[in-house]
Structure formats: C-alpha cells, structure tokens
C-alpha cells in the first residue's frame, strides 16, 4: 500500500527544521490558534461517497513550539511544520472503520492585521485518502481548496 509509504516520507520531511532542514527557524509566523474551515464547492468522489467519506467539519486546531506544529481537525491529531516564508504542512492519519485515514492540509499563512480588523487566515489544499482493508471498492481520493480564518 503506497499510502502507508508516502505516510512515513511526509513525517521524515517534517523533522527537517522550518526551511527544509539547512538552519532552524528562530522566529516563525505566529500560526497557532483555532481556524473555521470552509472548502471550495464540489461534488464528492463516487469512491468516498461509497464509503461515507467527506470534508472535515469543525474547528482546525493548531498549536505551534518553533518551526513544529501540533493540532487536530474532527478527531484527527495533526502533526507538521511552518516555514519562515509563512507555507505549512498538516498531516494526520489514523486507522478508523477498519480502514486507514489520512489527512493532508498544505497552504499558506496570512497574519491577521495589528489593529485587529482582519483575521489571521489559512489558504491552501486538502487532500483524504481513506482505504478500507479487505474492501473491492476503489479507495477514496478526495483534494479540495481550503480557506479558514480565526473567528
């Protein structure tokens, strides 16, 4: 299964520092906070309809320690980086139904303004993959565009 393969590629790139591993990131961009998600229009694949398998609904959650980032979506615990040019990654996986799901948000930081007018926003993909182990029906691939924003 090339899922579980790209899986432990993705988590080996995330322990590489906030710029791709060549010096640590000393002053990040302050994304920690809780974010609506919205998700651009689109109708579902067959294969994830099939298997009940949708958009994540709820709060994005995100915590930040340096360069890392720790958080969850709808029960997913997330794990990932932000780069100094304000880019992050967001992976989570989990096994659930019997089967493996894994969440992917990359994208962009936009800080909110000083004066409090605008709010910090979140722009980027989504990408779910789910599979059902001992399941014919092909696996779900489901990418979206996602904007969120800190209420």
Do not use: H, K
């Not at 790209?6 to 906070?33: F, K, N, S, Y």
């Not at 360069?67 to 794990?79: C, E, N, P």
């Not at 799901?101 to 910090?120: H, I, Q, V």
């Amino acid at each position: 299964m090339t899922s579980g393969r790209l899986w432990l590629v993705a988590l080996g790139l995330l322990g590489t520092g906030c710029d791709g591993g060549t010096a640590a990131c000393t002053d990040c961009p302050p994304i920690e906070g809780r974010y609506d998600l919205e998700f651009a229009e689109g109708t579902l694949p067959a294969a994830c309809v099939s298997e009940g398998v949708g958009l994540p609904t709820g709060p994005l959650d995100i915590q930040r320690a340096g360069a890392q980032l720790t958080g969850s979506v709808a029960g997913v615990t997330l794990q990932g980086s932000i780069y100094p040019n304000s880019t992050f990654l967001l992976l989570g996986n989990q096994v659930a139904d019997g089967g493996s799901d894994s969440l992917n948000f990359t994208g962009n930081y936009t800080p909110g303004s000083a004066d409090g007018g605008t709010a910090a926003q979140l722009s980027g993909a989504f990408t779910r993959g789910f599979t059902r182990a001992g399941s014919t029906n092909a696996p779900c691939s489901l990418t979206r565009a996602f904007t969120a924003a800190r209420p």
